[in-house]
C-alpha cells in the first residue's frame, strides 16, 4: 500500500472526531504536569517497519526464528508488520496530530550492517536519517534504542551474544550510529530489557534465536551486560549534550505466602527480574548472594570485568506492566519458584494475562531510587493488549484507557513523591508484531488493519492525545 492509499483510506476520518463527544469527559481526575515531564510513544524496528529484506537489509535472527515452525502464533512474522518502513511519513504525521511530544523507535543493527560488521548499508543508513528528520520537523523528538532485540543474523552464525566478541561488535556498531545520527538525536537508550532477549531467547528457547540452557544463558547475559555499559560510554562519548540510558523490564514481586520456601523464590525472582542487569552497572555485581548457581557466571569473566560493567548512565528506563505472585516449584532451575497466573487470583488482568497492579509502578520506582545511585528515571514502556472490536469505525476500549490512567497516576505520585521520574511512553503507538504472540496481542493506541494496513486511532489514543494536550 502506497501513501496515498494510506491517505486514501480514511487517516483523516479518525482525526476529526479527536474531540468528539465520545472522548469528552474520558479525562478522569489526574493530576497535570507542567514542566519538562516527557510524554511520548513507544515501538521497536522489527515490530513495525516490516521490509525485512528490502533495500539492501540483512536478516536478523528475527528473520530466521519466525521461519521455525511452531514458534510463532498462526505462523506469523514481522516481514510486513505494520509497514512503517513505507508508511513512516503518514505515521509520523499521525503522532503529529495526536500531539505526541517524543516517540521511541528502535534501529535496526541489520538494515544498517546487513552483516553486522564492516560495511554500511546506505540505503537504510538513509531511511533513519528520514525517520528523524520528518520527526524533527513535526517538532517530535526522537529516542533512540540501539538494541531492541534484531541481531544480525551473520553475528549468530558466529555464537551471537553468547561469543563475547559481541562486545566489539556491538561497540562499533553503537559508535557508528551514535556518530551519524547523534547531532540530531540527543535520547538515547543502549538496550531494550537485556534480560527478555538473553532468558527468552538463550534460556528458553522460546525467542529468537531460540536457543536453551543455562550456558548460553549465562554467557549471553554477562556479554549483554558488558555491552550495556559499552554502548553507555561510547554514546555519552559521541553525541554532545546526550541523554544516555538503557531500559529494563521489571515487575513487583511478591511471595504467595509467608513461608521461608515462597519467601526465597520470591527473593530470587526479584533478584533475576530486578537486579540482574541493575546493580552490575552501580558496581554491585551480580546478585549472586541470592542465587548462588548465578556464580558461573564468573566463567565467562576476563580481568577488568567488574570496572567495565559498570556504567553512569543519565537515565535508567523503567519498563513495567505488572505484577508477579511466586511460589517455591523445583520445576524451574535457578529461580526455583513458579508464578501464580492472575486467573487464579481473582485479580484484573489483561488479554496476555498480565496482573493490572498499577501500584507495582510506584513501588518499583521507589525500590530503584532507593538504590541513590541512578540520576533520573523514564517509564519507557507501559501498556496493556485488550481484545479490540471496531463498532461504526471506533475502538471503545476502556479497560486500555483505565490501565493507562492508574499507571499514570501511579508514576505521577511516585514524581509528586520526590523521585525524579521525567517522562512516560505507552507502549505501544501501533499496534504491532508481538513477538510470539504474532499479531494476536494488541498492545497499540492505534489499531492497525494488517491486511490494508488502515490506521484507526484507539479512544485510548484519542484520551492520551487529550490528557497530553491538556499541559
Ligand atoms: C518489549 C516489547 C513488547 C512489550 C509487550 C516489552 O517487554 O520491550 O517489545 O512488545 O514488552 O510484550
Not at 48 to 60: M, P
Not at 193 to 215: D, N, Q, R
Not at 342 to 347: A, D, F, L, Y
Not at 464 to 469: G, L, R
Amino acid at each position: 500500500m502506497n501513501r496515498k492509499e494510506f491517505v486514501k483510506l480514511g487517516l483523516a476520518l479518525p482525526l476529526l472526531n479527536l474531540y468528539s463527544k465520545h472522548v469528552r469527559g474520558m479525562e478522569q481526575m489526574l493530576p497535570t504536569v507542567k514542566d519538562d515531564f516527557v510524554w511520548g510513544v513507544s515501538t521497536a524496528a522489527y515490530q513495525i517497519e516490516g521490509g525485512y529484506n528490502a533495500d539492501g537489509k540483512g536478516l536478523s535472527i528475527w528473520d530466521e526464528f519466525v521461519k521455525i515452525k511452531g514458534k510463532i502464533k498462526n505462523g506469523d512474522t514481522g516481514n510486513v508488520a505494520c509497514n512503517f518502513y513505507d508508511l513512516y511519513e503518514n505515521d509520523i504525521e499521525l503522532l503529529k496530530l495526536l500531539k505526541i511530544p517524543a516517540f521511541r523507535l528502535s534501529l535496526s543493527w541489520p538494515r544498517i550492517f546487513p552483516n553486522g560488521i564492516g560495511t554500511s548499508n546506505k540505503k537504510g543508513v538513509d531511511f533513519y536519517h528520514k525517520v528523524i528528520d520528518k520527526c524533527l520537523k513535526n517538532d517530535i523528538t526522537p529516542w533512540i534504542t540501539l538494541y531492541h532485540w534484531d541481531l544480525p543474523n551473520d553475528l549468530e552464525l558466529k555464537g551471537g551474544w553468547t561469543n563475547r566478541d559481541i562486545v566489539s561488535w556491538f561497540g562499533d556498531y553503537v559508535d557508528f550510529c551514535t556518530t551519524e545520527y547523534g547531532d540530531k538525536v540527543k535520547n538515547w537508550m543502549v538496550l531494550n530489557e537485556p534480560l527478555s532477549f538473553t532468558g527468552a531467547g538463550y534460556f528458553l528457547g522460546l525467542h529468537a534465536p531460540g536457543k536453551k540452557g543455562i550456558k548460553n544463558f549465562l554467557a549471553a547475559a554477562h556479554h549483554a551486560a558488558l555491552c550495556n555499559a559499552t554502548g553507555g560510554v561510547i554514546a555519552k562519548k559521541n553525541v554532545t549534550d546526550g541523554n544516555i540510558g538503557t531500559t529494563l523490564s521489571c515487575s513487583w514481586i511478591e511471595a504467595r505466602s509467608k513461608t521461608s520456601k515462597d519467601v526465597k523464590a520470591a527473593k530470587r525472582y526479584d533478584a533475576i527480574i530486578n537486579r540482574f542487569f541493575t546493580e552490575p552497572l552501580i558496581g554491585l555485581g551480580y546478585p549472586i548472594d541470592t542465587i548462588p548457581s548465578l556464580k558461573k557466571i564468573h566463567d565467562y569473566y576476563k580481568p577488568g570485568d567488574e570496572t567495565k560493567l559498570q556504567f553512569d548512565f543519565d537515565f535508567l528506563g523503567i519498563q513495567n506492566y505488572t505484577r508477579e505472585i511466586v511460589k517455591h516449584s523445583i520445576k524451574m532451575p535457578i529461580v526455583w519458584g513458579k508464578t501464580i497466573p492472575p486467573e487464579k487470583r481473582s485479580v484484573d488482568f489483561t488479554a496476555n494475562d498480565w496482573e493490572v497492579y498499577p501500584e507495582g509502578i510506584y513501588k518499583l520506582l521507589q525500590k530503584f531510587d532507593a538504590y541513590k545511585k541512578f540520576k533520573k528515571f523514564y517509564i519507557t514502556e507501559n501498556g496493556a493488549s485488550f481484545k479490540d472490536v471496531i463498532s461504526d469505525g471506533k475502538i471503545n476500549d476502556t479497560k486500555r484507557t483505565e490501565y493507562l490512567k492508574s499507571y499514570i497516576k501511579s508514576v505521577l505520585k511516585a514524581k509528586e513523591d520526590g523521585i525524579n521520574v521525567k517522562g512516560y511512553f505507552v507502549w505501544s503507538f501501533l499496534d504491532n508484531f508481538e513477538w510470539a504472540e504474532g499479531y494476536d496481542q494488541r498492545f497499540g493506541l492505534v489499531y492497525v488493519d494488517y491486511l490494508t494496513q488502515k490506521r484507526t486511532i484507539k479512544d485510548s489514543g484519542l484520551w492520551f492525545s487529550k490528557y497530553i494536550a491538556g499541559f
